[in-house]
Nanobody, 115 residues
Framework: QVQLVESGGGLVQAGGSLRLSCAAS????????MGWFRQAPGKQRELVAQ???????YYADAVKGRFTISRDNAKTTVYLQMSSLKPEDTAVYYC?????????WGQGTQVTVSS
């Protein structure tokens, strides 16, 4: 069993910043990647950023230069620092962990950016 607990969402004005956190616990041996997806109303869930076991990171074009993904030294908590937020960043953000060939998801945290 893998548990993911997210925190850090909220309401922010355009241009502002938020930091999301996701703590993984349980049978979390050999995590291959940790990342963040988001889903806006009426849209498909999309990958925002991902960090791999070796430390390489991937960012969607829409967030490059504005968002930064990182993790703690134990590699059990992943963060998403979001800056220069735009109204189009409004979505439910989901933490994702790839482990043992399976995907695990957090419960989601709402991020709302007002114009």
């Amino acid at each position: 069993q893998v548990q993911l607990v997210e925190s850090g969402g909220g309401l922010v004005q355009a241009g502002g910043s938020l930091r999301l956190s996701c703590a993984a616990s349980g049978s979390i041996f050999n995590i291959k990647a940790m990342g963040w997806f988001r889903q806006a109303p009426g849209k498909q869930r999309e990958l925002v950023a991902q960090i791999f076991s070796g430390g390489n990171a991937y960012y969607a074009d829409a967030v490059k230069g504005r968002f930064t993904i990182s993790r703690d030294n134990a590699k059990t908590t992943v963060y998403l620092q979001m800056s220069s937020l735009k109204p189009e960043d409004t979505a439910v953000y989901y933490c994702n962990v790839l482990l043992g060939g399976n995907d695990y998801w957090g419960q989601g945290t709402q991020v709302t950016v007002s114009s």
